[in-house]
């Protein structure tokens, strides 16, 4: 039988407070900016959902098509060297409302009867619908939920006796995070497991990288600047976000949504761009004191970036971290890898 339950000591209380200390640091610093991890609210989680199912943003739709392809040649060759009472507990970063999960989880179910999933989250709305869709298609998961800044926070993996642990980074959301950024998240994961537990890795690739069909500026900029608005608002929504959470008075029509393919860097990235010159009021709010920002006309607030990868770059990170890549898959256009990685 299916279980669930959010651990109560992992729901962070200071998170109020710990958004105040973030705008004020990425406001204030020149050029602007703010962390993506501010996207996901209540509101900006069911958007980024919305993203997920647009024609344009075909990173989703890929790595799905990936797992269902492979999804039981993944778990086996995560499992290998485990022993025979040995079994698998998966972990993953970021999980949202775990929508491809499901299939990697169906797999675990069919490879070793049962598993644990922890799936780690800013968002408890997210983690709340991504139980009940588990919990109400998958019989043999446990989830645990665990609400917390991964990014900021030590992970809360609870390792159960004979298992090891197979940590899901998927989505290709390391490519939100400088490489510098990027290498510390994976350290700071790969501390917390053991030599032999395994990391599965999703990466979207970088433009004409492999065979198949080539990967355009034209797509790359689509993906994040859809025809239905639906990312410019899920980008617009980390300004309503600061002026409910923190009582700022952000004019939210005088910014509009602006994305840029920066190929020294191989990244997307997302901007709110200023259209005027204004001023924002933020008053004191935890512990922070009141402060404003001034924006002159054209001035932007880097919200998100988005690097795309060589599949030597993926393993470069890997490394780097002390993770060994093992195997990897990919789907017939070449436009997105998963890598499964070994702990050192």
């Known amino acids: 039988m299916s279980t669930f339950a959010i651990a109560p000591e992992a729901i962070s209380t200071s998170t109020s407070d710990a958004v105040a200390r973030e705008v004020r640091e990425g406001l204030t610093a020149t050029p602007k900016t703010l962390s993506p991890w501010l996207f996901y609210d209540e509101a900006g989680s069911y958007l980024f959902e919305e993203i997920t199912e647009l024609p344009e943003y075909y990173l989703t739709r890929t790595e799905r098509g990936i797992f269902e392809a492979h999804a039981d040649e993944i ?3 995560a499992a290998l060297g485990q022993g025979p009472a040995g079994k698998l507990t998966l972990i993953e970063l970021g999980a949202g409302t775990a929508t491809k999960t499901g299939i990697l989880l169906a797999a675990a179910v069919r490879q070793q009867g049962s598993v644990v999933y922890q799936p780690v989250d800013v968002s408890e709305t997210a983690l709340a619908e991504a139980s009940e869709n588990i919990l109400n298609n998958i019989p043999g998961v446990t ?48 501390a917390q497991l053991l030599p032999g537990d395994t990391l599965l890795l999703g990466t979207d690739l970088a433009p004409f990288a492999g065979a198949g069909a080539p990967k355009t500026e034209a797509m790359l900029l689509a993906a994040y600047d859809d ?49 005027v010159e204004q001023t924002v009021q933020f008053p004191a709010f935890g512990g922070t004191d009141a402060f404003t920002v001034e924006f002159a006309q054209g001035e932007t607030i880097h919200t998100e970036n988005s690097y795309k990868f060589t599949p030597a770059a993926v393993e470069a990170l890997l490394a780097s971290a002390n993770f060994k890549a093992t195997k990897s898959w990919r789907d017939p256009q070449h436009f997105f890898a998963v890598t499964l990685a070994t702990a050192l």
Not at 157 to 178: D, E, H, K, V, W
């Open 227 to 275: 025809a239905a608005g639906t990312t410019a608002a899920f980008n617009m929504n980390v300004l309503t976000r600061l002026n409910r959470d923190l009582g700022a008075d952000f004019e939210t029509d005088n910014f509009r949504h602006k994305v840029l393919w920066n190929p020294t860097e191989s990244r997307i990235e997302m901007h709110l761009e200023s259209l």
């Open 75 to 77: 778990l086996q060759t």
């Open 143 to 190: 989830v645990r939920c665990q609400v917390t800044d991964y990014t900021r926070e030590a992970l809360p993996l609870n390792r159960l006796p004979n298992t090891r642990t197979l940590a899901l980074y998927i989505g290709s959301s390391i490519g939100n995070f400088t490489p510098d950024g990027a290498r510390e998240v994976l350290r700071n994961l790969r």
